[in-house]
């Protein structure tokens, strides 16, 4: 997630420091990090207020496949 990568380089916060944050465990936000997962919606909209809208909630909406057209 560029966004999120972004996001904590700007801030200079860790993932574990992020995570604490928005009430989740680093290896969390890691798998949001590699595409491995996406947040719950309640848990988007945590990361959207933390991080000021830096990170809205629509950044985790899924991607259509463009390699399918």
Do not use: C, N
């Not at 380089?9 to 465990?25: D, I």
């Not at 719950?40 to 629509?58: K, N, Q």
């Amino acid at each position: 997630m560029l966004r999120l990568a972004e996001y904590l380089r700007s801030a200079e916060l860790t993932q574990a420091a992020f995570a604490e944050r928005v009430g989740v465990k680093q290896p969390t936000v890691h798998r949001w990090l590699k595409g491995e997962a996406r947040p719950s919606w309640r848990v988007a909209e945590r990361i959207a207020v933390t991080t000021g809208g830096a990170v809205p909630v629509a950044a985790w909406a899924e991607q259509p496949d463009e390699s399918a057209a």
